[in-house]
């Protein structure tokens, strides 16, 4: 065969695969969301997480909502990046959709949702083309409370209480401590700040503007942003001491 032919076809597929679009992969979280937090309680699920997401370590966007509902009795929260979490949101979306417009009274319920997102995820994590999030999925189906966690790589699991990101090491045993199956709405909603303040404290990416959401037999319920209280406030700037001269090196 000839040389030049050769070359020819060569040189054509370095051609094709210059001419080829981009591959559009997250090889790392750029934009990012800190912990959400879920707790089953008496009368369903409930769920916090605050509104910022931080550029690196930037504090940069103070309203971002990462607690999503979907269809009527299904909530998604997720910590990581945001674009892959808007992906996420709309698929969810998408098969809600459906839902509506086959018009059969069928609706998906949490434990589908979680189920589609672990295969999703999994998916991704296959082709090296990751969606980089921890997702907690909650919801109140026939009767019974839902809570399920699915991360990157296709890890999941359901679980009474559940907390991602930095709230695994330090809200967990807050709530291993006060949680209980029967504790009521007004307890978990105090638990959960609880947890959300020491997070506001304990890790430099988190804010204590946040959200909370449920799921019950009422439905699904994501309430608007507020401030929860801190208190930065220590012994040595409250008080005065007795003379100027201090053990500590302060002035005060």
């Known amino acids: 065969m000839h040389w030049g032919f050769l070359w020819g076809i060569s040189t054509a597929a370095m051609q094709f695969v210059s001419n080829a679009p981009n591959r559009q992969h997250t090889t790392s979280p750029i934009v990012t969301g800190t912990t959400v937090l879920a707790i089953k309680y008496a009368d369903g699920v409930m769920l916090a997480a605050d509104t910022l997401a931080s550029y690196g370590s930037l504090a940069r966007y103070r309203d971002v909502r990462r607690l999503h509902p979907v269809g009527e009795n299904t909530i998604v929260g997720a910590s990581g990046e945001i674009s892959d979490f808007q ?35 999994y998916q991704r994590r296959n082709k ?55 504790m009521s709405e007004g307890e978990a909603r105090a638990l959960l700040e609880d947890c959300m303040r020491v997070l506001y404290y304990r890790d430099c990416r988190a804010y204590n503007r946040i959200q909370l959401a449920k799921a019950t037999s009422a439905g699904t319920l994501v309430s608007e942003p507020y401030y929860i209280t801190a208190d930065w406030e220590t012994a040595n700037y409250d008080v005065r001491h007795a003379s100027t001269v201090t053990t500590d090196g302060s002035s005060w």
Not at 109 to 118: D, G
Not at 128 to 152: E, S, T
């Open 128 to 182: 090296f083309n990751p969606l980089w999030n921890q997702l907690l999925v909650a919801g109140f189906h026939q009767d019974k409370a839902f809570l399920g966690y699915v991360d990157m790589i296709g890890t999941a699991y359901e679980e009474n209480f559940i907390a991602t990101g930095y709230g695994a090491y330090l809200a967990i045993p807050l709530i291993r401590e006060r949680w209980s199956a029967e």
């Open 87 to 121: 992906t996420i949101a709309e698929m969810l979306e998408s098969m809600n959709q459906d839902d509506i417009n086959q018009d059969d009274g069928y609706k998906h319920t949490p434990a589908e949702y979680y189920s589609y997102l672990r295969a999703v995820l």
